[in-house]
């Protein structure tokens, strides 16, 4: 199981920045896709999940200025974010969990995002 992420960067506060994640073909479809962020010294959270039929799961502190979505022809998950904050800078990894067995789960590397003040 493959998870390319790419994106993220540095964007001033009340900017957007996009993240991206290519996953393997196999699970892609059938899989719950989505991504979780770490902050410096804090426990790696939940920011957004969306399964295979669309439904969207978002932490409380990201509704309304995130969106995830699917490209299913491109394999590929993605996190719009919007209107960011200082608090919002983490590394993002990507995460893939069979809807079936939540110990089946993938993550990829993670990407950087800083959101300066």
């Known amino acids: 199981v493959q998870l390319q992420a790419s994106g993220g960067g540095l964007v001033q506060a009340g900017g957007s920045l996009k993240v991206s994640c290519v996953v393997s073909?196999?699970?892609?479809?059938?899989?719950?896709v989505g991504w979780y962020r770490q902050a410096p010294g804090k426990q790696r959270e939940l920011v957004a999940l969306?399964?295979?039929?669309?439904?969207?799961n978002y932490a409380d502190s990201v509704k309304g200025r995130f969106t995830i979505s699917k490209d299913t022809a491109a394999n590929s998950v993605h996190l719009q974010m919007n209107s960011l904050e200082p608090e919002d800078t983490a590394i993002y990894y990507c995460?893939?969990?069979?809807?079936?067995?939540?110990?089946?789960?993938?993550w990829g590397q993670g990407t950087q995002v800083t959101v300066s003040s």
């Open positions: 995460y893939t969990r069979s809807p079936w067995d939540n110990s089946v789960a993938y």
């Open positions: 969306i399964n295979s039929v669309g439904t969207t």
């Open positions: 073909r196999s699970i892609f479809r059938r899989y719950i």
